[in-house]
Protein backbone atom coordinates (compact mmCIF):
# COMPACT_ATOMS: atom_id res chain seq x y z
CA UNK A 1 0.00 0.00 0.00
CA UNK A 2 0.62 3.56 -0.72
CA UNK A 3 0.18 6.90 1.58
CA UNK A 4 -1.60 9.25 -0.56
CA UNK A 5 -1.66 12.10 0.53
CA UNK A 6 -4.60 14.98 -1.22
CA UNK A 7 -4.98 18.74 -1.64
CA UNK A 8 -7.20 21.31 -3.35
CA UNK A 9 -10.31 21.78 -2.91
CA UNK A 10 -12.77 23.89 -1.12
CA UNK A 11 -16.13 26.30 -2.32
CA UNK A 12 -16.49 27.76 -5.71
CA UNK A 13 -19.38 28.94 -7.83
CA UNK A 14 -21.28 26.91 -10.58
CA UNK A 15 -19.11 27.23 -13.56
CA UNK A 16 -16.09 27.32 -11.79
CA UNK A 17 -12.82 25.52 -11.48
CA UNK A 18 -10.60 23.37 -9.03
CA UNK A 19 -7.47 21.08 -8.91
CA UNK A 20 -7.63 18.19 -6.94
CA UNK A 21 -4.02 16.66 -6.33
CA UNK A 22 -3.29 13.51 -4.95
CA UNK A 23 0.47 12.98 -4.20
CA UNK A 24 2.56 9.79 -2.26
CA UNK A 25 3.92 10.02 0.84
CA UNK A 26 6.76 7.64 2.62
CA UNK A 27 8.91 7.21 -1.09
CA UNK A 28 6.38 5.34 -3.29
CA UNK A 29 6.30 6.31 -7.07
CA UNK A 30 3.11 7.02 -8.11
CA UNK A 31 3.63 6.34 -11.87
CA UNK A 32 3.94 2.18 -10.80
CA UNK A 33 -0.12 2.72 -9.53
CA UNK A 34 -3.23 3.11 -11.59
CA UNK A 35 -5.05 6.07 -9.62
CA UNK A 36 -8.49 6.76 -9.82
CA UNK A 37 -10.86 9.22 -8.21
CA UNK A 38 -13.98 8.73 -6.51
CA UNK A 39 -16.81 11.72 -5.62
CA UNK A 40 -18.88 10.52 -2.52
CA UNK A 41 -22.23 13.25 -2.40
CA UNK A 42 -24.06 13.47 0.47
CA UNK A 43 -25.70 10.49 1.64
CA UNK A 44 -24.78 8.32 -1.55
CA UNK A 45 -22.34 6.05 -2.19
CA UNK A 46 -18.92 6.76 -4.05
CA UNK A 47 -18.21 6.16 -7.34
CA UNK A 48 -15.61 6.52 -9.69
CA UNK A 49 -15.30 9.91 -11.60
CA UNK A 50 -11.94 9.08 -13.71
CA UNK A 51 -8.96 6.88 -13.33
CA UNK A 52 -5.42 6.88 -15.30
CA UNK A 53 -3.68 3.33 -15.54
CA UNK A 54 -0.33 3.15 -14.92
CA UNK A 55 2.36 2.79 -18.19
CA UNK A 56 4.40 0.25 -16.32
CA UNK A 57 4.09 -3.34 -16.37
CA UNK A 58 2.29 -3.90 -19.66
CA UNK A 59 -0.12 -0.70 -18.78
CA UNK A 60 -0.98 1.77 -21.83
CA UNK A 61 -1.35 5.02 -19.69
CA UNK A 62 -5.25 5.11 -20.84
CA UNK A 63 -7.73 6.99 -18.65
CA UNK A 64 -11.37 6.87 -17.95
CA UNK A 65 -14.20 9.34 -17.54
CA UNK A 66 -17.63 8.71 -16.07
CA UNK A 67 -19.93 10.07 -18.84
CA UNK A 68 -21.15 12.59 -16.08
CA UNK A 69 -17.84 14.68 -15.67
CA UNK A 70 -16.46 13.87 -19.67
CA UNK A 71 -15.44 16.68 -21.24
CA UNK A 72 -15.49 19.36 -18.13
CA UNK A 73 -12.69 16.90 -15.99
CA UNK A 74 -9.08 16.08 -16.78
CA UNK A 75 -6.80 13.47 -14.83
CA UNK A 76 -2.88 14.07 -15.48
CA UNK A 77 0.11 12.62 -13.81
CA UNK A 78 2.81 14.77 -13.28
CA UNK A 79 6.48 12.32 -12.81
CA UNK A 80 8.23 15.52 -11.78
CA UNK A 81 6.43 16.13 -8.98
CA UNK A 82 5.31 12.57 -8.53
CA UNK A 83 1.53 13.54 -8.17
CA UNK A 84 -1.62 13.02 -9.88
CA UNK A 85 -4.10 16.06 -10.83
CA UNK A 86 -7.67 16.17 -11.21
CA UNK A 87 -8.72 19.44 -12.88
CA UNK A 88 -12.31 20.11 -12.91
CA UNK A 89 -13.85 22.81 -14.72
CA UNK A 90 -17.31 23.98 -15.59
CA UNK A 91 -18.13 23.07 -12.04
CA UNK A 92 -21.93 21.93 -11.03
CA UNK A 93 -23.71 21.71 -7.63
CA UNK A 94 -24.07 17.78 -8.33
CA UNK A 95 -19.97 17.62 -8.17
CA UNK A 96 -20.09 18.37 -4.55
CA UNK A 97 -19.10 16.14 -2.04
CA UNK A 98 -15.89 14.54 -1.04
CA UNK A 99 -13.13 13.34 -3.45
CA UNK A 100 -10.94 10.12 -2.92
CA UNK A 101 -8.17 9.47 -4.63
CA UNK A 102 -7.08 5.80 -4.91
CA UNK A 103 -4.06 3.48 -6.03
CA UNK A 104 -3.53 0.70 -7.09
CA UNK A 105 0.04 -2.17 -8.45
CA UNK A 106 -2.39 -4.91 -9.62
CA UNK A 107 -3.04 -3.53 -13.32
CA UNK A 108 -5.16 -1.15 -15.23
CA UNK A 109 -8.32 1.03 -14.66
CA UNK A 110 -11.44 -1.93 -14.18
CA UNK A 111 -14.06 -0.38 -15.60
CA UNK A 112 -17.98 -2.45 -16.14
CA UNK A 113 -20.74 -1.39 -18.09
CA UNK A 114 -18.97 2.28 -17.96
CA UNK A 115 -18.79 2.42 -14.47
CA UNK A 116 -15.18 2.49 -12.37
CA UNK A 117 -14.72 -0.36 -10.16
CA UNK A 118 -13.42 0.28 -6.62
CA UNK A 119 -10.68 -2.01 -6.56
CA UNK A 120 -8.20 -0.17 -5.06
CA UNK A 121 -5.90 -0.76 -2.44
CA UNK A 122 -4.91 2.00 -0.99
CA UNK A 123 -6.89 5.69 -0.01
CA UNK A 124 -6.93 9.01 0.63
CA UNK A 125 -8.62 10.63 3.20
CA UNK A 126 -10.76 12.58 1.07
CA UNK A 127 -11.09 16.44 0.33
CA UNK A 128 -14.13 18.45 0.23
CA UNK A 129 -15.47 20.56 -2.90
CA UNK A 130 -18.77 22.45 -2.68
CA UNK A 131 -20.29 23.96 -5.76
CA UNK A 132 -22.69 26.63 -4.60
CA UNK A 133 -23.70 30.46 -5.41
Known amino acids: QVQLVQSGGGLVQPGGSLRLSCAASGGSTLDYYTIGWFHQAPGKDRQGVSC????????????FYAESVKGRFTMTRDSATNTVTLQMDGLKPEDTGTYYC?????????????????????WGRGIQVTVSS
Open 102 to 122: AADLRGPCAVVDGRLLRLFDS
Open 52 to 63: ISTKVRSGDGST
